[in-house]
Each structure stands twice: as C-alpha cells, then as structure tokens.
C-alpha cells in the first residue's frame, strides 16, 4: 500500500481536494512557507486597471504548466501587494488579485517548484495516516485448543487405510498420488498440492509437510466401522437425545489402532510443533467409496477431535482430518487435493463459511465462493487475518489509499469506526482481487474479472458455544443460522443472489466510479443498525493498484 504521494497531487487534485475533508483536523501539519521561498520560481503576470479601481479585484489568468502557491502574498513592481485569495490548486487556474493602491500595470506571483509544492501542500493536507496494527490476538490465541500451527515449519502425519472388504488393488499409485496431494510441487500437480498451497496463501509462513504411512489393513471390516458410527450417532426420534452415551467412536478407534501400530517407528512427539502437548495434526485417508449421495456419513471428509485421553511418546492426538481416497480423483485433474486443502482449513481452526442449514430463515447462501465455502481458489481475507499471514491496514479515518492487488502481499483494508486493536469485532474489509494464483484454476466459480471486493465482517466472540446452533463455533456469529453472517460479500449489483442462490458472479465487485455508502447500498448499516456514516469510494484500478477513498462523514 502506498500512501497518497506527490504523484496524486498533480494527477488527482480533485481527489486530493475531496480527502482533504478532515474528520481530524488536528491531524493537519502546518507548514512554514518560507522555506518554499529558496526554491522558488517567479512568474510575471500583467495586467491593467486604473487608479479608479483602488481595491478592486482583478482576475489574472496564469500559465497553466505552473503550480502556484496558495495564500501566498508577494509584492508586485510598483510595492502593489498583490494577493492570491483563490484557495485552489486546480492547474491551470486563476487566481484574484486585490489592489490596495492605484495605478499597478504589473504583478510578479511567485510560484512555486513541484518539490516545494510537495511541502507546501501539507498546509492543508489530510495527513491521516492508515493504523498498522501490532499485538493484537490472532484465531489460535482465542481457540481451547490449537491443531496445526497458522505458521512455521509443521510436519503432519498421514495413515492410508484400506479395509479387507475394501482392499487398494494398485498400492504405489496410491501411495504415490497422497504423496504427490501433500507434498508435491505446483507445477507437478495441476492445481496444488496441500504444501504448495499453503506456502502461497500463507506467504510463505507456513511450510507444511506430511510423513505419509501405509497402507495399514484396518482390524476390522469397513462395516464395523459404518455400524460404530451409526450407534455414536443415534438419537432418540421423540426427544433427540444421544442413545449410546458410551458408543466407541469409529473414527478415534482407528485413529488409536494406527497409533498404537506405528508406534515403534514413529517418535510422536516430533509432530507437535508448537509443544502444547498435542499432535498438531493427524490425517486419516480411508479407502472406501464416498457416500455422495447416500450411504454412511462415515464415507465423506471432515476434520474433528480425538474423542479419548490417549497418549503416545508423551503426546495426544487431538484434531484429525478423516478423508477418503478418492476425494483425491475428484474431476479431471490428475491429483485434486482440494479436499484435504479445505479440512486443513479447519486444522488451522477456521470455520466453514457455508450454510449447514439452509432451510432457516438466516444466513442463506453462505459467502458464496473461496476455499473455506466452496473448496476452491484462495482463502479469502478475513481468514488470512485470523491465522495472522497477513496484518489488515486499518482505516478509522478519511483518507485516499492505494491498495496493491491482493496476489502480491495480501494487501486489505480493515475498515472501521473505532479500532480497538483486536479483529474479533464488526468492520469491512477491501481487496483487490485478480484471478490470478490460486484463484486462477478455479475462476470460474470464483470472479473471472479482476475489481474490488467487501467483506462485511461480524467476528465478535465471547458469548461462548451456542448449544441452540447447528453450528458450533467460537465467535458469536456463523454463516449458517445467526442474525447476520460472520463473513460475507456485499454485492456491488445490490442483486441479492448470493443469499437466494449460494454463489457470486463478476457483477458483484465494485468498478472505478463505484461508491459503496454513496450510489451503492446508500444507506446501509453496521448490524446494530447505526448508519455506517462512510464511502468507500473506487476512484481508479490499474493493473497493479487500486485507489480507494475512504470517507468518514
Ligand atoms: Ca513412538
Ligand atoms: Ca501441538
Ligand atoms: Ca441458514
Ligand atoms: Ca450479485
């Protein structure tokens, strides 16, 4: 992000005259002007009247290839003070001129050079300056428990399962392609393996690798299995309760037989990186068809907890993805490691951001697109915020802002009335998107042109499990069933469709010329209801940068 330079005063006056509006007039450095006078230049302006017109005003134009001091007062030849009482900067322009005695033929302006300019224009520039943040409390601080660290260096480990009445026939291709899904390079699988991707929307802060074993033979059929999961599941149709409190849990079962197996070979304590006493991630690929349209929920993926106290080499198993193999050959591509992508997602402890529950009155149609919704492209912003791979540049005040595209260094706008240093609150967030990187494979389903997108956050926390929810989740709201959504996108075609029908489309970034606050959503409000009292103003979007105008009112 740069902010607002030279190169806008000369270009963009207009803009920089709307900027300068401050909401903080205490902000405003004034500037001595007679340091301007070493660097200088003079500019004859003539012009005529006569001694009838003592203290008249006369219009003098002046070269439009000048920039010209404002307020500045000089001498003209004949000790006829002349003074320049039009506040603008506008090029060209025209400036007023005031006779205070007779007869003057002549004035001499002095002007200035465009580095004095620079220093000049801080009379009466908005020197508001964007918050960096610093120390505020990242996701992993607020969870009960940490899975995979959100940075570093982190190993996980990896067990392929087969069953005897579910056998993996080609045992190295298997092998092979979970390697190729977990630690393969970009360019040797056509999306991205769970390394490659990380390393990219992580900006390099997290390198994540897997030690992959197997293939072990589960002890028992993958109907035991099923059968297990269906009595932990349960319930009572009349009330709803649990019928098998004491029920094993199919997943944790097995979980604890590969433990237990590998146990001699394996040093688990070298897979908690961050020594909480936890291993920081397990992951189960099972070989058994996926129940997409019926059958057992044992056959999807997820990723969940160990549900006993077992502890191995001096460590636990706690978050675990449990996925089946052939989420890895899923469409046309030769690995897809989507799936295990998404669910480390939810190692990193984020949430889902579509709606479990679609037919409740709230929350419908979830964000719409991005990795933790849709399993595609690029996590989105807010979640890089959360796992801290990226600092939000706050803005609680106008100001203008270029804002780099988001592929470069994860650049975003936080913007907010009162910053109280902490992210789990309510603010929009401003990206430029391209679809570029990680959202280029998938673009489709994502934004196939390039513009701004806002996010409007609700990520306060503290009123603890809702037991009522479908949904459970630290922060007080979900994109499934509270009032308003935890992360959403705000249209810029005002259509509504990500509510009605759960995705986005190109229509839905903001363009120059577009002001959110202004002709779109002119009256929209923060969820408390109170009127945001901003513009979000798209001024220009080049193929680097976007500037953007932020308007308190
Ligand atoms: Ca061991
Ligand atoms: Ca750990
Ligand atoms: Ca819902
Ligand atoms: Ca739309």
New binding site residues.
């Given amino acids: 992000m740069k902010k607002i330079t030279m190169f806008l005063f000369l270009l963009g006056l207009t803009v920089f005259i709307v900027s300068c509006d401050l909401k903080n007039t205490e902000n405003t450095t004034t500037t001595n002007n007679t340091s301007s006078s070493t660097s200088s230049t003079s500019t004859e302006v003539t012009t005529t009247w006569s001694s009838s017109d003592n203290t008249t005003t006369n219009t003098v134009t002046v070269p439009s290839s000048t920039t010209y001091l404002t307020t500045e007062s000089t001498t003209a030849t004949t000790n006829t003070t002349v003074v320049l009482t039009t506040a603008t900067t506008t090029v060209p322009t025209t400036y007023t001129t005031t006779s205070t005695t007779s007869s003057t033929t002549s004035a001499t302006i002095t002007t200035a050079s465009t580095t004095t300019m620079a220093t000049t224009t801080e009379i009466t520039t908005n020197t508001n300056e964007p918050i960096i943040p610093v120390g505020y409390n990242l996701l992993q601080d607020e969870l009960e428990s940490?899975?995979i660290?959100a940075t570093g260096d982190v190993k996980v480990l990896v067990f392929v399962v087969d069953f005897v009445d579910s056998q993996i026939t080609d045992t190295t291709k298997v092998m092979n392609d979970v390697d190729l899904a977990f630690n393969g390079n970009s360019e040797d699988i056509d999306f991205e393996s769970l390394h490659s991707y990380y390393g990219l929307s992580s900006y390099g802060k997290l390198n994540l690798t897997a030690d992959i074993f197997g293939v072990y033979r589960a002890s028992n059929n993958s109907s035991y299995y099923e059968q297990l999961n269906e009595n932990f599941y349960a319930t009572d149709p009349y009330t709803g309760e649990y019928l098998y409190n004491d029920a094993p849990h199919p997943d944790s079962d097995l979980i604890y037989e590969l433990l237990e197996f590998y146990d001699n070979q394996i040093d688990y304590s070298d897979?908690?990186?961050?020594?909480?006493?936890?291993?920081?991630g397990v992951y189960v690929l099972y070989n058994h068809d996926i129940s997409y349209e019926s059958g057992s929920d044992l056959w999807w993926a997820y990723q969940y907890y160990y549900w006993y106290e077992d502890s191995f080499d001096g460590?636990s198993p706690?978050y675990y993805v449990w996925s089946g193999i052939d989420f890895f050959y899923e469409g046309y591509e030769n690995v897809n490691a989507r799936t295990i992508i998404h669910e480390t997602g939810h190692m990193l402890g984020l949430d889902d951001y579509y709606d479990y529950y679609p037919d409740d009155l709230n929350n419908s149609g979830g964000l719409g697109t991005f990795m933790m919704d849709y399993t595609i492209g690029d996590h989105e912003p807010f979640s890089k915020i959360l796992l801290g791979w990226i600092t939000p540049i706050v803005i609680e005040q106008t100001m203008v802002v270029d804002l780099e595209k988001f592929l470069l260094n994860g650049e975003v706008l936080l913007i907010i009335d009162t910053w109280n240093n902490t992210i789990f609150d309510e603010y929009f967030l401003i990206m430029y998107y391209t679809p570029e990187g990680l959202n280029e494979l998938d673009q489709d389903y994502i934004f196939t042109d390039s513009g701004i997108l806002i996010f409007h956050v609700s990520a306060e926390i503290g009123n603890g499990y809702d037991s009522e929810s479908y949904y459970y989740s630290i922060f007080n709201n979900n994109n499934t069933d509270t009032e308003n959504k935890l992360v959403k996108i705000i249209e810029a075609d005002m259509s509504g469709d990500i509510d009605k029908y759960a995705i986005v489309e190109n229509s839905d970034l903001f363009v120059a010329g577009d002001g959110f606050g202004r002709n779109i959503y002119s009256t929209y409000r923060w969820y408390d209801n109170k009127a945001i009292n901003l513009e979000i103003n798209v001024i220009d979007i080049n193929s680097e940068a976007a500037r953007i105008e932020v308007k308190f009112k």
Avoid: K, L
């Fill in positions: 940490v899975g660290p897979y908690d990186q961050n020594q909480d006493g936890f291993i920081d460590v706690n």
